[in-house]
């Protein structure tokens, strides 16, 4: 987790062009939220201590090698009959393993418990060291340690059964307990092949009989239950639709929503060449009367015309729906509508799948997304659904199973989903859903990122006034924000417009923003330079624009440098520079 | 339509420091991500996207068309199924123009041919001819290698030792377990030459295969060094089966050498074997009982049967459910009714699990009734007695914080208090008494600092392999007073332990590993080096440079224990094996122009796990190579557990990143 910061791009306004590749993790990272594997497919492993400082890799023969993607091992003798079981949690299916320890040896163990008087009752972090006297009087007497703690490996946590495994060894000549602190207390008269709890102070190991052995469990291979791509989910994300627009089958524009403001809709993406969409939209014609008296309208929008790997004749979505009976409002859905539906279903599921059909999404009377069927639904969900609609997002009937939230997030802000408009060049749509979310968005950390973004949208437009007034909206939210001041200073000194241009607060501007960062040292420079030249102070900004070449020549910004060069030889001629 | 510019996707940066106009800041890109890129590319997968592959629906339009006009008809024998009694057949993907180039432009970063990776491509090949060389294993889907693959007087060494000895015997005559390797001074054995040689050496090979079912055979391509003429491969050599008597594996190094035929084909020149190990096995071993354990409970059917690509298609973001989410688990005794139980913890919007060991063996599940049945994000969870009062509370890491929650006694939990975090991305987390006073404290491990609180001071690029921009981990000291409030102090920074603490912690684990009777702590840390801080009378103080256990590669995973019986605890380190690591960070071409140092320690970063031997002088030798305990592959959770009770510790690695049905990956 935690890449789920938003997306940003570096617009290249001004200054210092963007010279240098993208931030390549975040490309790897959107590659595995699309569904790529990364290094998956990799089976456990283990490792058998041979003594004499060797191992040998046991990982398939001792059963262990599932291709879980495997993330914590909890070891504990669950069944007591003297060897380590294994817990595993996984980031596939199963996502619990249980391994029973089957192996059939003659070697001896014991199995301690710990309870502390003085130190925490638990005993963690005491230390038993057993003394075992090696069979048929071998040569060393072996010390085996081992420390009992709370939380290792990677999130996991095992037994506070300390088990010790003794090989051949059929009689413990000592334990010692070295209890958290470091004071020492030895137990004697412990038998191999047994469990006993050792409390501190008390001198003497006490035996446990453990509970009566249950009948073994049955092995089984158990592998994960086939997913089906059809669901049925329930937003819980408040999430404001972006504007989209559909063409009627006559050639007509028409936008989503207009015809539909305040009552729920549902919009459906569905093609002539697939069956089960046929099977829905039949159903939704044939019950029409019942969804017309439940208050919601159906848009129906084929995407015939949008696959380009199916041909499909233009009159064959119209037919079609003459054909099932259905008299709803109808259409062709066009790439920006699906593009923008699937960067909404990006925004709401960390794992990105392409869209397919049929997908219905239910927009609620406030024109956010309340529901997402993936696959056909019937009338009677979705009539359960608009009924149930003002609950349905703000409940726990959002999720699949009952539980109790400590600290629930009440909706996802529609930041990143503008972002990602602007990214994918939707500017105008962009600038509409920031106009109608306004105060969704102002609470977000990144919300001047974003204006500067739709700013350098604007001017690359050549509508500098309206670039002006985002960046100057940045500022108001974070009034040191280096961009927005970078960026609304370039503009101020360097626009062909004088009546746009403002020399003495681009130098302000430009001034407070290397003073507080100067990490992009070229970039401002560059625009401090043109500043000064905007206010006739050539000879500083020859002096300064120098200095940025010098930068960007160090930071290996060829291009850059040269074209700064060339603002340069205007500003040795006693000239300012005009963005064209 | 024509509104739609390429996709800006690649250029995503998690947050906006990054994000200056005409941003020049060199550190980040360079240093950063390049690696991660390199890497990263050639463990995602080489090939077809699996979307389109998806799409079975091979209806045409006109065919359903057809039907559906003799259906507006006959309004009663529908041809078209209505939806009821459609079945979960696999959705058709719309696939747009959009779609489809962002796929081509995915899969032309993917292709290291077009990255002037060229041996990577050649590791591909080698890859699938060992493949099929070693078919006669038992693998009987490929085809065997042709003369012509294999060059005139090719040289052979011994693929399975002649003077192979048994090194290991479990438990005498009745041995369960059978290790055999070469005898040390004379691996291999002669060599031989040609075609039949070659068929020879594999049909030894194979030999112990004989009667052996359900044969696997794996290569991993770690090393790829040559000239256009003679390129030399090391691979790592796997196979394991199924025996009439339980089973066997075989894994060796192969280091062959190749010519490129007229045709430019690859062509076998050599072929030699080193560090060939053999292990057979009687009988069971670790056996899964999952489904007997758990098939009582819904819960387990149809919530934890199902793997995280499931549920993030029908959970939301909204809920704390990600991608990259890890979520671990706990055993311990919650009813005192000397059994212990399991406690399942999950992402954002579905419950953690608190299953209860009944009589019979069995677990049922009682996280409703038990209180603990939280529904934010939970990385991990310790179930620990914080009050002394001999019962175990429990404490779940979530992305709300800490959540100390008290046990009634019965089994029943009663939220205490909540310990917030400046940063949410908690990881694992462990409980020691760091200042003896005789309660349990708890240290908790944060990876990454929360987007947009960052925190001025530690304004820093982000440096792969030494990062410093990391979440603050934090140490909560217990001051419950019996009977009254039950609070937590952070004390991370008067304890010491903010030093080096911004470096993406993943796991940690206290131990007294000098011996002096207090808890001293290592932290492995994904991006940063790892720390172990001694403990001297409470306060403490990164020593990992001078132990010599910096461990500079991705730590995630931490476990004590004295694998060699010497009185003192060695340490076992998880990193990420990787065999396109291996290949490119050794290649002339990775980091050009970087100096050695730094290569250096991006190769280090993807040779795998690190076993460090404690001295008993306060420094650690690190011998994970001599010992055999490195390639384990992208490990998590890494730990010493004695499985077959022979008093040595042996070692579980659990592994594997993100699989999906993406079956290009490495």
Redesign the interface.
Known sequence: MSHGGSPVSNAATSGVAQEQGAPLGATLHEMVRRGRAFSGHERNCSFLNLGGGKFANVSSVCGFDFPDDGRAIALCDWDFDGDLDLWLANRNGPQVRFLRNDLATSHHFLAVRLEGKTCNRDAIGARVEVTVVPPQGGDARQKLIKTLRAGEGFLAQSSKWLHFGLGEATEIEQVTVRWPGGEAEEFGNLAVDGHYHLVQHHGAAQFWSPPKRPEPLEPSELVEPKSTDHARVISAAQLPLPPLDYESFEGKQHQLGQTTAGRPVLINLWASWCRPCLGELRELSDRKSELAAAGVDIVALSVDRLDTQKATATTAAPELLKNVGYTGTAGWATLATTEKLQLLQDHLFDLHQPMSVPTSLLIDAQGQLAVLYRGPVTVDQLLADVAELSDLTTTAKSLPFEGRWHTRRARLSPHDLAWQLVEHGYLDETIDYIERNRKLLESHYNIPKLLVLVGNGQLARGNAKSAISYYRDALRIDVNYGEAQNNLAWVLSTHPDASLRDGKEAVRLVEAAIRADSRNAASMLDTLAAAYAEVEQYEQAALVAKRAIEIAKSSGLQESAKRIEERLKLYEAGQPYRDQ | ?S???K??????????R?????????S??ET???W??LV??L???VGVG??ILR?Q?N????Q??LE??A??GNRTQ?S???????T?????????????KEQEL?EN??DPGQDGWETEVVAEEVKHLLTRLAGRLGNHDVEPLTPSEIAEGITVGRLRPQNLAE??R???E????A?LRAAESSEGGTTAEGYEALTRAIEELAEPFAEATDV?VHFKVIRVSGSEQVTETTAYF?A?AKTPT????Q?ATWICQWQRSPEGALQLASIDSKDF?E???R????????????EKNR??Q?????????W??????????????????????VNG????D?Y???PG????RLFI?Q????VLDR??ES?V?????T???????LD???DQDMVAA???GL?VMENDGSGKFR?RS?LATRDI?T???????FD?D???DLYVCI??A????LHSEAEVAFVYHDANDGAANVLFRNDIEAGGKWEFADVTKEVGLDADNRRHS???????YDN????DLYVANDYGQNCLYRNDEGKFKNIALEANVVDSASG??????????D?W?DLYV?N?F?SAGNRITRQEQFKSGKDDELKKIYSRFAKGNTLLQNDGQGVFRE?SS????EM????????F??????????????????????????
């Open positions: 339509m509104r739609r510019r996709s800006k996707r690649s250029e995503q940066t998690p947050d906006r990054d994000s200056k106009v005409a941003g020049n800041s060199s980040q890109s950063g991500w390049n991660i890129l990263g590319l463990f995602v997968a699996y979307w799409d629906s209806q045409t339009a006109e359903i068309q559906s006009k259906d507006a529908s078209i199924k209505t939806v009821s009694a459609i979960q057949d696999p959705l058709p993907v719309l696939a747009t123009d959009i779609v489809l995915s970063q993917l090194v290991y479990d438990g005498g009745n041995g369960a377990i290790v696997h796997e394991d339980g089973s066997l594996q894994r190990e292990v057979v096995e009988g069971p071993w670790l056996v899964d009982c999952t489904k007997a354990m758990m819960s387990f149809e919530q934890l049967a199902y793997g995280l690509n499931h993030l298609l029908r959970l939301g973001r909204v809920h704390g459910i990600h991608v990259f989410a890890r979520n671990g688990m706990s055993l311990g005794d009714d000397g059994r212990d399991v399942v913890c999950q919007g579905l419950p953690n060991q009589d019979d063996g069995t996280s409703k209180g049945d939280w529904l934010d994000h990385s991990s969870a310790l179930v620990v007695d002394n009062d001999g979530t992305s709300a959540l939220l909540t991305d990881q694992s987390f462990s409980a020691a008494d003896n005789g309660d349990l990876e990454f929360r987007p947009g609180s993943l796991a940690c684990a206290w131990e007294d002096d009777g207090d808890q995630m995973s931490v476990s004590w224990g004295d694998y060699n019986h009185g605890m998880a990420m990787s011998v001599e010992t055999g305990v384990a592959r992208w490990a998590w959770s890494s730990v557990a004695d499985i077959n009770n022979d008093a040595w510790d042996d070692l579980l690695v659990a592994n594997g990143y993100i699989t999906t049905d993406d079956t290009g990956d490495l």
